[in-house]
């Protein structure tokens, strides 16, 4: 749960008193335009970004302060433009993302679970990742972020710069990942029209702000939003 958090950079406000839930279990999205300060929120919360006030809860307990206490709490991010590492192999990848589990034998178990679930990855287990398609690279960083486990996943523009079929399989996949492995999820993204047909509940964030909330497919018949983010007015 956020509670009246502020984020500044400077001068600049990039958070004003945003306020938000995510149930355990369902998909939520968070939906605006370029420099609303959705990335903002997910780098406030996973740790990478410093909150002026406010405060955030995870599991019933306050989110610590240090990035790697957060991925120990059980939230993980799969940040904006991928951020693979482009040097090292698919499965160094993988282990990346397992570095604070120190049961190899889980690690093990849970890099062949990636394997059965991404068999590109599979096929590729020795390939740089910087060689991988777009939409590979993307499988690659949720594969990565699942690695810990995590029961808060959160994605910053899955599908931002992929081809069309390539964002359906995104999409289908954050489903699958909630509906068969039970994650819950927070996801930010451009495409206000697909995030809010996948989502159970969204916000909408303005200059830092959130200006309106409900459930996805409510949003999405909103005629205000239909023109603001969808590019049409007709419900």
Known sequence: MVEDLHVSYGPVQALRGVNLKVEEGSIVSIIGANG??????????????????????????PLPEKACNIIRQGMAHVPEGRKIFSGFSIEENLLAGAYIVADKHLVEQRRDAMYARFPILAERTHQQAGTLSGGEQQMLAIARGLMSDPGLLLLDEPSLGLAPLVVKAVFELIREIRDQQGKTILLVEQNAKKA??????????ENGA????????????????????LGSDDV
């Open 210 to 229: 959130i200006v309106l909330q409900g459930q996805g497919a409510e949003l999405l018949s909103n005629p205000a939003i239909r023109k603001a983010y």
């Open 36 to 61: 609303a300060g959705k990335t903002t929120l997910l780098n406030t919360l996973s740790g990478i970004v410093k909150a002026k006030s406010g405060s955030v809860t995870f599991r019933g307990k």
């Open 196 to 205: 809010l047909a996948l989502c159970d509940y969204a916000y909408v964030l």
